[in-house]
T-cell receptor, first 114, second 111 residues
Framework: NAGVMQNPRHLVRRRGQEARLRCSPMKGHSHVYWYRQLPEEGLKFMVYLQKENIIDESGMPKERFSAEFPKEGPSILRIQQVVRGDSAAYFC????????????FGPGTRLLVL | AQSVTQLGSHVSVSEGALVLLRCNYSSSVPPYLFWYVQYPNQGLQLLLKYTSAATLVKGINGFEAEFKKSETSFHLTKPSAHMSDAAEYFCAVSAYNDMRFGAGTRLTVKP
């Protein structure tokens, strides 16, 4: 009974490179959420996706960040031209339905930008 | 829009003492409320969830929380702290399709 899976667990990039973070939701879940956690801070909502649709991206920076959840395969959070301020832990969560459903979290991807 | 405020970014208790982590919420609709725990370098694990069925909610690891609508609070308690309870705790509120988290409270347990 696999939970939410994220890879890689750790990612090191130099400024200007691209970072791709993957998230496979729990089996049967079609709703995915991405959060960012900066050191000593709480979780900040970034984006909410259902299969092939972005439902709410109000927390995602307008530039350099994008997310997708294709019909087949994992959800991808893509950060282009990374900067040092992008260094953070990025968590993915999934739920079985929309609304006030419990979100189950993955272990996170820790991005370090040199 | 909904929001959560966690009072106290750091709480320190002695082993065996009462744990009380405070959370106040704001929501324009009847909320669902959650407590999650995060151990170092791990993701968030659900401790308990309030869904309006009962105001006192029991969770894992001996934790419980009480929903008080008049105080808009959902404080987390545990009668006797254990060393393994040392972690970061997040309160969250959900309405419609999204969830909003508090800034977290780091719990330290002293021997």
């Amino acid at each position: 009974n696999a939970g939410v899976m994220q890879n890689p667990r750790h990612l090191v990039r130099r400024r200007g490179q691209e970072a791709r973070l993957r998230c496979s939701p729990m089996k049967g879940h079609s709703h995915v959420y991405w959060y960012r956690q900066l050191p000593e801070e709480g979780l900040k909502f970034m984006v909410y996706l259902q299969k092939e649709n972005i439902i709410d991206e109000s927390g995602m920076p307008k530039e350099r960040f994008s997310a997708e959840f294709p019909k087949e395969g994992p959800s991808i959070l893509r950060i282009q031209q990374v900067v040092r301020g992008d260094s953070a832990a990025y968590f993915c969560a999934s739920s079985s339905r929309q609304g006030q459903e419990t979100q189950y979290f993955g272990p996170g991807t820790r991005l370090l930008v040199l | 829009a909904q929001s959560v405020t966690q009072l106290g970014s750091h709480v320190s208790v002695s082993e065996g003492a009462l744990v009380l982590l405070r959370c106040n919420y704001s929501s324009s609709v009847p909320p669902y409320l959650f407590w999650y725990v995060q151990y170092p370098n791990q993701g968030l694990q659900l401790l308990l969830k309030y869904t309006s069925a009962a105001t006192l909610v029991k969770g894992i690891n001996g934790f419980e929380a009480e929903f008080k609508k008049s105080e808009t609070s959902f404080h987390l308690t545990k009668p006797s702290a254990h060393m393994s309870d040392a972690a970061e705790y997040f309160c969250a509120v959900s309405a419609y399709n999204d969830m909003r988290f508090g800034a977290g409270t780091r719990l330290t347990v002293k021997p």
